[in-house]
């Protein structure tokens, strides 16, 4: 099984232009993030895939791999997907440009679901990790996931999900932590398809494996990374360096 991991970096940001290009302890936020993925050593190859040549030339100016985008993307998902679609791989896993500080556990625990799935019944995997200040679960920015018994997604909101009308009755609530790995297959599939409603209102790219019925298995963990989003994600992450 060939497994490669892929980094769509943009260079623009709503909250935070150009954060990937920030300093972080002497080098720049995508250069720390793709060598933090390199020196994993869980994949077969690394790449970084943008739309800015500055961050192409900083990745391979370095000695890392990059890819430029030929087309406008709406999500990572198409960016990584026009990447790799000519390339012999079986496995994609996309690592966050904006999180530095990879922890290993969470990208081995995805592998193996590829590994285990003889039957093929995985599209997807990707990881969520409990919450449970209010605060934090009724923040839109936030995203939730359920699942079934088997730790498949049944929904992905913005909204609380499940909606708390019996309270204390055990429920636990999931952030999605947006680490993903596909076949291959579910990604050109996702990149050939339009989008839907769900997706649409929402803005999440990942309602549209769902709306199409691609199964999306979960992973817990206790692991949240660091993702530089603000300015003030940047000071904590170079305390931490």
Known sequence: MKTIAVIPARYASTRFPAKLMQDLGGKTVILRTYEAAKN????DDVF???DSDLIFKEISS????AIMSIKEHESGSDRIAEAVQNMDVDVVINVQGDEPFIDENPLKALIEVFKNDAENKVDLASV???ITDKQYIENPNNVKVITDQNGFALYFSRSVIPFPREE????RYMKHIGIY??????????YSLPMLSLEASEKL???RYLEYGKRIKMIETNHIGIGIDTKEDLE??????
């Open 168 to 171: 204390n009755i055990g429920v």
């Open 40 to 43: 994993t050593n869980l994949f």
């Open 62 to 65: 370095n000695g890392g791999k």
């Open 205 to 207: 790219e990942q309602l």
């Open 236 to 241: 904590r992450a170079r305390k931490m360096i």
């Open 48 to 50: 970084v895939v943008t």
């Open 128 to 130: 969520m990790c409990q």
């Open 181 to 190: 790995a596909f076949r291959k297959q579910a990604l050109l599939d996702f």
